[in-house]
Nanobody
Framework: VQLQASGGGLVQAGGSLRLSCAAS????????MGWYRQAPGKERELVAV???????NYADSVKGRFTISRDNAKNTVDLQMNSLKPEDTAIYYC?????????WGQGTQVTVSS
């Protein structure tokens, strides 16, 4: 399975960005998808995940600001990020879990200036 992420960039605090990730390869219909992030000097952390049935889970720090969605027909997952804060600055990684295996995208940089 390959994950191709896009949509990162530089934005001012209070702005918005949308990340997208497309999965290809050996796709299994039952899967979880989501986003993690890693800031400099910190461990990778969960941002938001969405399972096949559509149930979502968010980090407390992004609740009410970020929205995750998926298109099962296209094997894509998006992350709409609003009201961005400087502390959201990190490399964002697309993630997929299927058949007991975790897959990671290459990461996309999100930088929020104050």
């Amino acid at each position: 399975v390959q994950l191709q992420a896009s949509g990162g960039g530089l934005v001012q605090a209070g702005g918005s960005l949308r990340l997208s990730c497309a999965a290809s390869g050996s796709i299994f219909i039952i899967n979880d998808m989501g986003w993690y992030r890693q800031a400099p000097g910190k461990e990778r952390e969960l941002v938001a995940v969405i399972i096949s049935g559509g149930v979502t889970n968010y980090a407390d720090s992004v609740k009410g600001r970020f929205t995750i969605s998926r298109d099962n027909a296209k094997n894509t997952v998006d992350l709409q990020m609003n009201s961005l804060k400087p502390e959201d600055t990190a490399i964002y990684y697309c993630w997929r879990y299927q058949r007991g295996v975790h897959y990671w995208g290459q990461g996309t940089q999100v930088t929020v200036s104050s």
